[in-house]
């Protein structure tokens, strides 16, 4: 599957016909110089070439081959790996390339290709690289691609420097698609969840002619008994459940799916208990959106100048909004 293009590089999933480059890559003792665990033998090679391949599955990104358009050579590889890091989650942007192709910029090509596409697509808030003190190549491409040094860790027995980049936030116009898809997650949670659980779009994704950040926005709601049984089957479909977005009655969840059209989409599930007050302050808000064009295209405007003003400070993009989305609130409040 093709992930995206450069100049000179196509980058896309490894495939089986790759094994071979693959393996010369993760036995190179050059390329791997910086990796803990050093060249790879045989039986390394296999079992980190199917778990590659099976990130993709499960999670949508991964390692990426990186392509030269010019041989349709397989020259390196970049991407997205998942690690726990003094107890949390992190996502690492890292790369290897083949040493004939060091010293020509393509290694700044891939990653700064790669985390646009992670941030746009898998709506991440910071990457960061785990690099050691010696590696200097590393250290100034992570310089170059706006990356900071934040701490050093200790990582699988290892003490590394940690180095942050930050998202930065755009705007994604209204698509066709959002309802289909949304449609198609619906019929699919439906299917597992307890009897009597109601499903919504909600979101700027559930409102015509309003951009955002493309996000899929599943509002669900089930009798209280059924929580833990609704909790599981949601998590049962690739759902992470996150704590830092959950509040009050509200849990939060988060998915990175695949749609019958083939890319990958980013999906924000809301889950609340009947009875929730919230569940209609999330309804009456979609609804407010759609039938007042004029307030409607303000807070489109309104989100378009905040991501551009604000394109690496989250809290800053939420309070421009807040106003706007206070008053509507107050709004729907006296009309009920």
Same mark, same amino acid.
């Given at each position: 599957?093709?992930?995206? %293009? ?33 060249? $790879? ?10 778990? &590659? ?15 030269? =358009?010019?041989?349709? $050579?397989?020259?390196?590889? $970049? ?5 726990? /890091? ?10 290897? &390339?083949?040493? =004939? ?13 790669? +985390? ?83 499903? %919504? ?22 009798? /209280? ?20 977005? +959950? +509040? !009050? ?25 009947? !009875? ?24 489109? +405007?309104?989100?378009?100048?905040? $991501? ?5 400070? !989250?809290?800053?993009?939420? %309070? ?14 006296? !009309?009920?």
């Amino acid at each position: 599957m093709l992930i995206a %293009e450069t100049a000179r590089l196509t980058i896309r999933w490894f495939r089986e016909d790759d094994r071979a480059a693959f393996k010369s890559l993760v036995q190179d003792p050059e390329v791997m110089r910086f990796s803990l665990k050093g060249p $790879a033998n045989d039986a390394d090679v296999d079992v980190l070439f199917a778990k &590659l391949r099976q990130d993709y599955q499960e999670h949508g990104f991964g390692l990426f081959a990186l392509e030269e =358009k010019s041989s349709k $050579a397989v020259i390196g590889f $970049a991407g997205i790996k998942q690690w726990e /890091i003094d107890g949390e989650i992190h996502k690492e942007l890292g790369y290897r &390339l083949l040493p =004939k192709y060091w010293g020509k910029g393509l290694a700044f090509e891939a990653t700064r290709c790669i +985390s646009d596409w992670a941030f746009k697509t898998l709506d991440l808030n910071c990457l960061i690289a785990l690099i050691e003190p010696e590696n200097l190549r590393s250290i100034k491409l992570a310089k170059r691609l706006g990356m900071k040094r934040v701490k050093s860790s200790l990582f699988l027995g290892v003490y590394t420097d940690i180095y942050l980049l930050t998202k930065k936030y755009a705007y994604k116009d209204y698509s066709r698609h959002f309802p289909n898809l949304f449609t198609q997650e619906k019929d699919r949670l439906l299917a597992v969840l307890p009897h009597k659980t109601l499903v %919504e779009h909600v979101g700027s994704t559930a409102v015509p002619d309003l951009g955002g950040k493309g996000i899929i926005d599943l509002a669900v709601c089930c009798p /209280i008994d059924d929580l833990k049984n609704a909790e599981k089957a949601i998590e049962d479909l690739g759902y992470a459940f996150n704590l830092s977005g +959950s +509040s !009050g009655e509200r849990r939060f969840f988060k998915a990175y799916l695949k749609d019958l059209r083939g890319p990958y989409n980013l999906y924000h599930l809301h889950l609340l208990p009947e !009875g929730c007050p919230e569940w209609d302050e999330l309804i009456d808000f979609r609804n407010y959106l759609r039938d007042h064009p004029a307030e409607r295209a303000l807070y489109a +405007s309104i989100k378009k100048q905040a $991501a551009l003003r604000y394109p690496e400070e !989250g809290e800053k993009y939420r %309070e421009a909004k807040k106003p706007l989305i206070d008053r509507i609130k107050k709004e729907i409040r006296l !009309g009920h």
